[in-house]
C-alpha cells in the first residue's frame, strides 16, 4: 500500500456504523478543535480490516454554498490524508472517527491541518492502552 493513500476500506459508511457513533452513548471520545469537531468510538464489529474507518460532515447549515462545502470536504480528507499514519492507533482496536467542521466560513488549510493533527494525537492518546508509552 502507499503511504500517503486513502482507501475505501478506511471510509465509513455503515448507516449501523454512523447510527452507533451518533447515537445516544454512542461517542466514546469527543473533541473540539476549532475548525473541526470529532466524534470518535470503537466498533469490533466492523468488517473491514482497516484500524480506522472516518467520514467528513460539512454541513449545509455551516456553509450554504456546495463548492464551499466541497472545497473544505477536500481540505479535511487532504489533512487526514497527510497526517494519520504519523498518529497510529492500537491495532487490536478498530475506531469509528467523524470529522465535523464548525465554522460558519471557509478556513485556509494551515488552518485545518493543524487542528487535524491535534486532533490526531488526541485520539492516538486516548486509545492507546495507559501501561505502555504512546507510539512514535
Do not use: W
Not at 62 to 88: C, G
Amino acid at each position: 500500500m502507499k503511504q500517503f493513500g486513502l482507501y475505501k476500506k478506511e471510509k465509513l459508511c455503515s448507516p449501523t456504523a454512523i447510527e452507533k457513533l451518533f447515537g445516544p452513548g454512542g461517542a466514546e471520545f469527543s473533541r473540539l478543535i476549532y475548525p473541526l469537531r470529532v466524534v470518535a468510538t470503537s466498533n469490533s464489529l466492523r468488517r473491514s480490516d482497516a484500524p480506522t474507518a472516518f467520514l467528513i460532515s460539512v454541513p449545509k447549515k455551516r456553509l450554504r454554498h456546495a463548492v464551499d462545502r466541497v472545497l473544505m470536504r477536500r481540505r479535511i480528507r487532504e489533512a487526514y490524508r497527510l497526517t494519520h499514519r504519523n498518529h497510529p492507533l492500537p491495532d487490536e482496536k478498530r475506531i469509528d472517527v467523524a470529522f465535523i467542521y464548525v465554522a460558519n466560513e471557509t478556513q485556509p488549510y494551515t488552518r485545518v491541518s493543524s487542528a487535524m493533527e491535534h486532533l490526531l494525537e488526541d485520539i492516538a492518546a486516548f486509545y492507546t492502552p495507559s501501561d505502555e508509552e504512546p507510539r512514535q
